[in-house]
């Protein structure tokens, strides 16, 4: 999305083109797939690609349509996506929420969530060590409690977890 | 007046001291979810469903539903206290909502959108009390082209009355239809479009789907909007609740207009979200003063509000009967029915009485209880909405993974997750309608089973679905809903060369 008019807005056009593109590659992965598993009929009825091969030809279709639409309208599309700062703020809440999803793979759930908490509780609440502290240790306690000890529902542990023999 | 007899029944089973203990829960949990940006109905029942797993499935049915009536209420406190609506039905009610609580009015605006909930609901529930007997006695004469028909016409009334481009509607609904489609196909056992991908065995869990659009996507919106919440307080005596009472009830033609509204809405899967704008567009119109609207009219709180719920609470209605839902939270409710052994439609009124009048009993019950909640305890509510966002933000995206993981114990859940949560934030931004998506997702593998059994019925003609007169008035009234978007395209372009002409001529 490197292309913008303002220098403070994205426009629409960009991300419209991009998710009709993605989704006509979507279409065709459907598509493909129902022809290899074969769209006619066999001895006992209709085969497995019968049914997502209509709905992949529909997705191709409607996706492609917004895609030539808004090839079509390409230099008269001035609508606004969003301002660059509201973009960077939601990437300053993507970026972490990637990063907190890797990190549960080696760690666990509980660690890296009182590191998300008091990541954002720092950077955005602009709070001092004794708050975030405090809240980013105690809501994964709850949640420990709630849902290992209530419920009985396991959710992932890793290192530290199996250290305190939990 | 069997339905009499079995509503008796079912409040019976209902009203157990720990079934009302659930509700009390189930609507405290749902008021939170209902005020907590990036947390709403749907995904606020699909985290929590997991949970109930291990209870029966009347209680647990019982406190899902309740969760959703209490996230139906809670949306008004954000929208009139706040100016942000918890939820999109609650769009609508911040029109009037928010001036009457800048005016000091603020427990008078509560208390007609806690009371018109209130009766939009009951209303709806009446209306399934009565009319779900019936139509699941009608629906037990339904064929597989009968069911394919009805799903046609769920999804052609989605692209014929939903406000955003069909095109993207259609392109939105067959993503949930492929989405449904990945994975094990259970007629012929073969793999499709897993591309040796083995996460992808068993499909696409649209419990994880409804997380990240809903979840995720919704708190990467908020983001943008910024982090402030400023808002006012408001405390509601006895006193005010009385006095508002006594104003509202004077505008029974706003109600009863709502409802009415409101119940054709969440039966056909309109939803409660165009129900309330439809509602309050028609309240201003039919008003004396139409001026008066957006300034702090109380009407305009009561037609949203009232047909939001109607809408809500009605949407159970095609589910139960038909095993089609009308919003994605019901869709969802759906889900938990699948998970549980029972399968929503017109049997489970045969098979399982207990079951089913036990929840319509709990909707009479819930929503009593639900507005008592919250008229006393408001306050608390709007305290919890001064918790900055610096620390809900991260707290819901914890209880989002946890949501996303607890579905399957899978991991891989938990990335698709934020996946979703990138896309729902793009549908959303894009103006794609969500709630196809959803549907189609939780209907598409029903709605491909019904479609082949109807086509082996017929030996692969698709004539079957004008075979008699019942199958084909349902196709019929389909493809009509499909093409009313033509319709009004033509009339337009009519209308504006007649205009051209006219111009060019005077």
């Known amino acids: 999305m490197s292309s913008s008019e303002g220098d403070q807005n994205v426009g629409t056009r960009w991300p419209e083109v991009g998710l009709a593109a993605f989704l006509m590659v979507l279409a065709v992965l459907v598509i493909s797939d129902s022809i290899r598993v074969g769209t006619g009929w066999a001895d006992d009825g209709p085969r497995s690609g019968y049914f997502p091969f209509y709905v992949g030809s529909l997705l191709l279709l409607s996706s492609g349509w917004i895609f030539l639409t808004r090839l079509m309208r390409w230099s008269r599309d001035r609508a606004v996506f969003a301002e660059r700062s509201q973009l960077a703020l939601v990437l300053a809440v993507l970026v972490p929420m990637c990063v907190y999803v890797g990190l549960i793979y080696p760690l666990g759930i509980y660690l890296p969530s009182a590191l998300l908490i008091a990541y954002f509780m720092k950077r955005y609440g602009g709070y001092r060590w004794p708050a975030f502290m405090s809240v980013s240790v105690a809501v994964p306690l709850v949640f420990f409690a709630v849902f290992e000890r209530w419920f009985l529902v396991p959710l992932p542990k890793g290192p530290i977890e199996r250290l305190l023999g939990l | ?506």
């Not at chain 2, 409660?272 to 009407?299: C, H, L, N, V, W």
């Open chain 2, 1 to 506: 007046m069997e339905e009499l007899g079995n509503l008796w029944h079912g409040f019976a089973v209902a009203a157990t001291l720990p079934n009302l203990g659930f509700m009390l829960i189930g609507i405290t949990l749902g008021v939170l979810i209902g005020v907590l940006p990036g947390l709403g109905g749907a995904n606020g029942v699909a985290i929590l469903l997991p949970l109930t797993f291990s209870m029966n499935p009347t209680s647990a049915i019982i406190m899902l539903s309740c969760i959703y009536w209490g996230a139906l209420f809670g949306g008004a406190i954000t929208s009139i206290l706040f100016n942000i609506p918890g939820e999109p039905w609650s769009v609508a009610t911040t029109f009037d909502g928010f001036p009457m609580a800048q005016q000091g009015k603020a427990a008078q605006a509560l208390t007609a959108a806690f009371t018109s909930s209130f009766v939009g609901a009951l209303f709806a529930v009446l209306l399934i009390t009565f009319l779900a007997p019936l139509l699941a006695k009608f629906a037990l004469k339904f064929g597989p082209a009968e069911y394919f028909a009805v799903q046609l016409l769920t999804f052609c009334s989605f692209v014929g009355m939903s406000k955003e481009p069909p095109a993207k509607t259609i392109a939105s609904m067959m993503l949930g239809f492929a989405l449904a489609a990945v994975g094990l196909d259970n007629v012929t056992g073969q793999l499709r479009m897993t591309y040796g991908v083995p996460e992808l065995l068993k499909g696409f869990d649209f419990l994880i789907a409804v997380i990240g659009l809903f979840g995720i996507g919704e708190i990467l919106l908020t983001m943008e909007e910024g982090l402030a919440f400023k808002g006012r307080s408001a405390r509601i005596s006895p006193a005010v609740v009385w006095q508002t009472w006594k104003e509202i009830a004077r505008h029974w033609r706003t109600f009863l207009r709502s409802v009415a509204v409101g119940c054709w809405m969440g039966i056909t899967p309109g939803g409660a979200t165009p129900a309330s704008f439809m509602s309050y567009g028609m309240a201003r119109r039919f008003s004396k003063d139409p001026q008066a609207f957006g300034k702090g009219e109380i009407q305009g709180v009561i037609a949203p509000e009232t047909a939001a719920h109607a809408a809500g609470t009605s949407a159970l209605l095609p589910m139960l009967t038909l095993g089609i839902p009308g919003s994605p939270t019901a869709a969802v409710l759906l889900g938990g029915l699948l998970i549980w052994g029972l399968q929503p439609g017109p049997m489970l009124f045969v098979e399982q009485k207990d079951f089913v009048w036990g929840l319509i009993a709990s909707m009479y019950l819930g929503n009593l209880v639900g507005l008592i909640v919250v008229l006393t305890t408001v306050p608390f509510w709007a305290a919890i909405l001064r918790v900055p966002f610096s620390v809900i933000a991260p707290v819901i995206i914890v209880v989002c993974a946890i949501g996303a993981y607890t579905v399957h114990s899978a991991m891989f859940d938990v990335a698709m997750m934020l996946v979703f949560g990138v896309l729902g934030y793009l549908f959303k931004k894009l103006k794609y309608p969500l709630a196809p998506m959803v549907l189609a997702l939780v209907l598409g593998d029903m709605a491909e089973a019904s479609f082949r059994q109807a086509m082996l019925g017929s030996q692969g003609s698709l004539s079957v679905f004008w075979s008699n007169p019942l199958v084909g008035t349902i196709t019929a009234l389909a493809l009509t809903l499909l093409v009313w978007p033509l319709w009004g395209g033509a009339q337009n372009l009519v209308r504006a060369r007649e205009a051209r002409h006219s111009g060019a001529a005077g």
